[in-house]
C-alpha cells in the first residue's frame, strides 16, 4: 500500500495539458534565482561568524559580547525590512525588487571589508539587515503565487537548503581564502572573504533582473507563452481582489487569526534554530583553543549539511502526506529536548556534544515546512494578507532573536551555554504545545471552507434546477 502510494505520488500526471512543461520552465527560472539569491544572502550573513574566528576578533579588538550586538544590529534592520519588503513586491515587480536589493547588500558585503573597529561592522551590519530581509519571507510570497500545495514544499526546501549551502560553503570558503589570500596586498584573509562574497552576487543579481517572471499576474516573461500565463494563473486559487493600504486592511490583519498563529509559530520555532543560528558549535570550539582556524571553518560545516538533509526529507514527506507540516514540530520538540540534555550533561564527552549540535541541526526543517504550511492555510485569502503575514511572522521571529540571542547565547557563555539550554528545553516544549492548537485552527477553516464551497454549490444547482422549470413552464 505505501509503495502504490509513493509511487502514485511520484508519477502523477498533472491535470491541464501543458502543465508538466510550465512547471520546469518556472521551476527553472524561479527557484535557480531564487536558490542563487539566498545562497549569497546566507554567504554574506554567516562568514561574519567564519572571520570571527578566523582572525577578525584579534585584528578589530572584539571584546565581551560585541560579536552578538552585531548581530542583533543586523536583526534589527532585519526585521525593520521584513513587513516593507513584502508588500513592496506586492505592487513593485520583483525581478526589479530582489535585485535591486542584491546589489545594495554586495556593496556592503565588500565594504565590510575597510571595517577598523567592531562598531563600524555594526553600522554596516543594520544596513545590510535591511537589504538582505527582502530574500527569505519575499521568496516564500513568490513560490506560494506560483505553486500549488502539491508542489510547494519540495519547492520550499530545494530553497531553505540553499541558504544552508551557503552556510556551509562560506566555511570552505574562508579556509581555502585564508590559505592562499591571508596578507595578499596587504590584507587580511577574513577581509578578503568580504571581498569575494560581495562580487558573488553581482552576476547573480543581473540573472534576476533579465529572467525572473514576476508573478503570474504581472509576468510579461518572453520564455512564457500566452497559454501558459493563463494556465499559471488557473493554477492557484482566485483570491480577493486587490484592496487598498489603510486601516480596514490593518483592522483585517490585527482581527485575523491566521497572524497570530503563524506569527508566534515562527517566533517560537525561530529560537529552536537558536543553536545553529547562533554558531554555537564555532563559539564552542573557539572557547576551548584546541582547534585550528581550518578546523574551526570546516567542522561547523556538518551542521548545515545536516540541515539540508533534514529539509528536503521533510518538506518532500509532507508533501507525500498530503500537507502535513505539523509533524516537523513535534520533531523539532523531541530534537530541543534531547540535544540539550546531551550538552548539559555534566560528563558529556566531546564526541557527544558534537553529536548533539549536528543533530540540532535537522531544525533547519521547520523553515521549509512552517511557510509552506502559512502559504497552504491562506490559499484563499487576498495576497496582501498572505504577504504580510508570511513578512511578519519572520519579522516577529528576528525580533524576538534580537535580544533572546544575547540573553542566552552571548560568546562568553561558552562553553556549555547552560541558560541558553535550558531556553531551548523551554521554546522546544512549548512549539510541541503551540503546532497542535494551531493545527486545531487550520483544519477547523478547511472544513468551514468546504462546506461553504459545498452550500454554495448546491445553491448554484438549485438556482439552476429553478430555472431550467420556469423555463419549461
Known sequence: MA????????????????????????????????????????????NLANAYVSGMKEELGFVGNQYNQINTVFTVGYVVGQVPSNLALYHLKPRIFFPSMMIIWGALTMLTAAAHHPRDIMAIRF??????????????????????????????????????????FGGFLQTAIHSSLNGAKGLSGWRWL??????????????????????????????????????AISRVPEVPERRPWNLDFVKRVFSSWYWYGFVMLWIIAGETESFSSNSLLALYMKSTTRYSVAQLNNYPTGVPAVGIVSTLFWATLTDF??????????????????????????????????????????VYACQA???????DAMRWEEDSLRAVVIASMNCGSNAVNAWWSILFYSANFAPKFTKGMWA????????????GGLLYMTTKAEKKRVTEAQVEAGDEKNFEADANADAKV
Open 321 to 362: 502526506l498530503g500537507g502535513k507540516r505539523y509533524l516537523v514540530g513535534y520533531w523539532i520538540g523531541i530534537t530541543g529536548v534531547v540535544t540539550s540534555a546531551m550538552i548539559l550533561n555534566p560528563h558529556a564527552s566531546t564526541a557527544s556534544v558534537f553529536g548533539a549540535y549536528y543533530w540540532a541541526g535537522t
Open 424 to 435: 531551548m528545553i523551554g521554546t522546544s516544549i512549548a512549539l510541541v504545545i503551540w503546532t
Open 194 to 231: 568580504f571581498i569575494i562574497d560581495g562580487l558573488i552576487t553581482i552576476p547573480i543579481a543581473i540573472y534576476g533582473l533579465l529572467l525572473f517572471p514576476d508573478t503570474p499576474s504581472t509576468t510579461s516573461a518572453f520564455y512564457l507563452t500566452s497559454d501558459e500565463r493563463a494556465l
Open 369 to 375: 515546512t512552517f511557510f509552506a504550511w502559512a502559504n
Open 3 to 46: 509503495f502504490t502510494r509513493i509511487r502514485e505520488y511520484i508519477s502523477k500526471p498533472y491535470e491541464h495539458p501543458g502543465e508538466g512543461k510550465l512547471v520546469r520552465k518556472i521551476d527553472f527560472f524561479i527557484l535557480t534565482f531564487c536558490c542563487l539569491m539566498y545562497f549569497t544572502n546566507y554567504l554574506d550573513r554567516s
Open 127 to 168: 544596513f545590510q539587515g535591511i537589504a538582505e530581509s527582502s530574500t527569505f519571507v519575499g521568496t516564500h510570497y513568490i513560490l506560494g503565487s506560483w505553486y500549488t500545495a502539491r508542489e510547494l514544499g519540495k519547492r520550499s526546501g530545494i530553497f531553505t537548503s540553499s541558504g544552508l549551502a551557503g552556510t556551509m
